[in-house]
């Protein structure tokens, strides 16, 4: 009896556990479900197990479609794999448009049997802004050292070749020129220019009137 007693004792317990796991797999799923950022997790092929619904939104590709698939259809440099820390990769959306993205991986799952979780964020706005913010920084550097060259220099074409200098050499522009107008032709005539290393100065013809 008494072993009778522990034996069907154990059963409300292996049920509650059994319970509990169920319950803890749901509240995983409405996690990964409701998170904002992606969340991909791979076998130890790298195929795709996991695909959360921000990973849908943010690859433009279906769960059904990604499940199995290689991880390199959306992230092609698969070394993001090993690297825990947060760091930049590049992603592929399905219909191939490219993505900057930032990734954190953590690997877990049974022994012979590794797991591979990514979390992915969407930086590519956040790495515009930071390139435009620097371009407008390098605009300004070029535009006070033209001031001070305008300040400071009393002959004409060398204040034009300072300007330009100033324009390439802040990686504002790839090439700079300026052109004088010719009152009797019409014609623009370059005569300063930085940066112009296929000889386009040399042969543009502009004209300001309607020709």
């Not at 993505?99 to 979780?117: F, H, I, M, R, V």
């Amino acid at each position: 009896m008494v072993r009778f007693s522990r034996h069907r004792d154990r059963l409300p317990r292996a049920a509650r556990q059994a319970a509990r796991l169920r319950a803890n797999e749901s509240r995983l799923d409405t996690i990964l479900r409701s998170a904002s950022d992606a969340v991909i997790a791979t076998d130890a092929a790298h195929r795709v197990v996991l695909f959360n619904a921000a990973a849908e939104r943010l690859f433009q590709c279906s769960e059904a479609d990604a499940l199995g698939a290689p991880v390199s259809r959306f992230l092609p440099d698969t070394r993001a794999l090993a690297d825990t820390a947060p760091h930049q990769v590049a992603g592929l959306r399905a219909d191939g448009a490219p993505l900057s993205l930032e990734a954190a991986c953590s690997s877990g799952g049974q022994e012979g049997d590794p797991l591979y979780t990514l979390v992915l964020r969407d930086i590519s706005a956040r790495l515009a802004h930071e390139q435009e913010n620097e371009r407008i920084k390098r605009l300004y550097a070029a535009l006070s050292q033209i001031n001070q060259a305008i300040v400071w220099t009393h002959d004409r074409d060398e204040l034009f070749r300072k300007v330009c200098d100033a324009l390439i050499g802040n990686e504002v522009f790839r090439m700079c020129w300026i052109g004088w107008h010719d009152a009797d032709t019409r014609r623009l005539l370059p005569v300063a220019q930085a940066g112009d290393h296929q000889g386009y100065t040399r042969d543009i013809v502009i004209y300001t009137d309607d020709r």
